[in-house]
């Protein structure tokens, strides 16, 4: 029942902070764009936290347990914060693009950045269910092993992958293309991010040498 009423408190107060996000710097309600993610997200987040609530709460509780303060690395702190930060900072410009018109994107750019979002948290979801113990943050448990199979079988870090996704299509799903360009601050927080936590992963979990030999790329197959 904790973890119920934890996993509502915070969905609510993650819609109560996107409807800010985005309509805020819109200056309007009348964004439909704006609505369109919002719902999208609303739903597409509600499957998985509901099905994860009922089949497997200790990883519900492990994706909660998210954010720099819980970053037992420097690094991790640090690249914690970008990543933080470079969502809202790409809802925050698009929003703006919208109010002022800085970008004009078609009718079916914006459903294309819709799907973008479904798929970036689809992906997030199967992650989840592939590998129970991938965490928001960068940690190794007692009992934890390495896992190499689904999504890991392409590249090593699937979970970043989706979230990339997600941050790529968010800009188009609202509208603009300026919003596009906190994209290449993510992918760099994100490379920062992977480098310092394959060395830490290297070290703590048994296996994952031998993984990362044989799962040659990091995030996209044949490029890196």
Do not use: C
């Not at 993610?37 to 609530?53: D, E, K, M, R």
């Not at 990543?83 to 800085?102: E, K, Q």
């Not at 993510?186 to 296996?207: H, M, P, T, W």
Request: aromatic share 12%.
């Amino acid at each position: 029942m904790k973890l119920a009423t934890q996993t509502v408190v915070s969905s609510l107060a993650a819609f109560l902070v996107f409807l800010a996000l985005v309509f805020l710097p819109a200056g309007t309600f009348g964004y439909w764009q704006g609505w369109l993610f919002i719902a999208l997200l609303v739903i597409a987040s509600a499957g998985p936290a509901t099905y994860l609530g009922l089949k497997d709460p200790a990883a519900l509780q492990r994706r909660m347990r998210g954010g720099p303060l819980k970053e037992s690395r420097s690094a991790q702190k640090i690249a914690s914060s970008g990543t933080l930060l470079s969502l809202p900072a790409a809802i925050v410009i698009s929003a703006l693009d919208h109010r002022f018109g800085w970008s004009t994107v078609p009718v079916g750019i914006s459903v294309l950045g819709d799907i973008l979002v479904l798929v970036g948290v689809g992906v997030g979801f199967v992650v989840i269910i592939q590998n129970s113990y991938a965490a928001a943050n960068i940690t190794v448990e007692a009992d934890q092993k390495v896992v190499s199979t689904g999504l890991y079988g392409l590249v090593r870090h699937p979970m970043y992958v989706g979230m990339l996704i997600f941050q790529a299509g968010t800009p188009l799903a609202l509208g603009s293309y300026w919003g596009l360009s906190v994209l290449i601050l993510a992918v760099v927080v994100f490379a920062f991010r992977i480098l310092d936590e394959e060395r830490f992963l290297k070290q703590e979990l048994a296996g994952y040498v031998d993984y990362s030999r044989d799962v040659q790329y990091r995030l996209v197959p044949y490029v890196w």
